[in-house]
């Protein structure tokens, strides 16, 4: 709880910046963020000092709920500006924006956002950016020790522990936090320089580096309606969608990681691909062949891929062959250890190296054959852990989209509503929730079971699936 404390109590102070906005545009909304801050930082302080004084290690079971809990509590805390603003009309609409943002999904239920107030959209930025930085330090420091979908193929040297979580978060999160400003900073300067304005090229900045895809205006990044901002983007989507640990070995004089790592070889060549599939496409569809066209293909994929959400243009146009292409690509994410969402690239290879061996020992049942992944024997343990994130993570989507479908969504906005709440992406397919649209229209049950899908989907299904189960409760 004096974790959880902390949490809160950072969030709060974050709600100086939006307030700080408002005050400096004589928008009375700063008053809103000023409370909300007492508010949210009163609270965590109060469970800090309850509870500074309980000493022991972290267990498996107490990193899981802490987790669990820690998310869901930063996103109804989260919730309360876009509440008491009246940007949202209740809560409901306050929490699903509040959790889009912080498990950096990107969907939205603001119609409206030229006319929201300076302080709301940085706010959205703010959490966006809160929640990628928090789920790289997740996935580098608490899920590999979790053992939660494979990830403790990427369990660090001479930590090999539940109980030492926190000492391990703390050493790290110092470096990953620096590479992850700095990477801000940059973009931030690009934007500007391609012609943003402070606002936009910071909010847009934070959201990009998160791969969350939040924007300033109703119309996305096609707002702006430039290449060379699209270009901006779709360099520091791909950043942010290689794991942040290489650029920490990087930074300290070690680039072989960063170079040699199989599933950023195989990311960016997937990017590449894809990009080339959706050109052909466009072109097919009466878009003008060269390079305009091109940078068009290569944003879209890049921020369904990444899960950053982003769109400047509705690629649903381009036929039913892309309506289709681009929900299958919607489904592959980054790398491990990146802010990016979906099924991470190493999982295919892992996939791919299992089904591989299958088949050798079926054609020479005598043969020893060792699955591997960056050099290193891929474990039984880790192979089943893998194969199991796959079965949960398509059950969970079809369960998903059948209860979005029985709260009357038609089938496409069901089903892409699903996978894009699953995968943390963002838009959807579709005239309601497509690229030029919003999840405004949609019931409040669908709203709170897409906050579910989303939470469960950033948090690597694992982590939230295993709370319900009585065992767990009575380890």
Sequence with gaps: MAVLGVLLSTLGIAMLVPATIDWSKANADW?????TCVLTTGTGGVLFLANRGIRGALSTRQALVMTAAAWTTLAAFGALPYFFSGVVPGYTDAFFESMSALTTTGATVIVGLEQAPPGILMWRAIQQWLGGLGIIVMAVAVLPMLQIGGMQLFKAEAFD????????????????????????IACAFAYLLAGMSPLDAFAHAMTTVATGGHSTHDASIAWFDSAQIEVIAILFMLAGA?????????????LTGLLKDQQVRLFLILVAVFTLIAYAMAVAAAEPEGTRTFVTAAFNVTSIITGTGYASTDYGAWGPGAVAFFFIIMFIGGCAGSTSCGIKIFRFQVLFQIIRQHLHEMIYPNGIYVKRFNGRPITDDAATAVLSFFFLYFLCFMVLAAALNLTGLDLVTAYSGAGSAISNVGPGLGDIIGPTGTYEPLNATAKWLLAIGMLVGRLELFTILVLFIPRFWRM
Excluded at 31 to 35: D, K, R, V
Aim: hydrophobic share 50%; proline share 5%.
């Design 161 to 184: 522990t539940a109980e030492k979580i926190l000492p391990k978060a703390t050493q790290i999160s110092g470096s990953l936090t620096a590479v992850f400003v700095g990477f801000t």
């Design 242 to 254: 290689i794991p942040f640990i290489l650029y920490v070995q990087a930074v300290q004089g070690s």
């Design 31 to 35: 008053q809103i963020f000023a409370t």
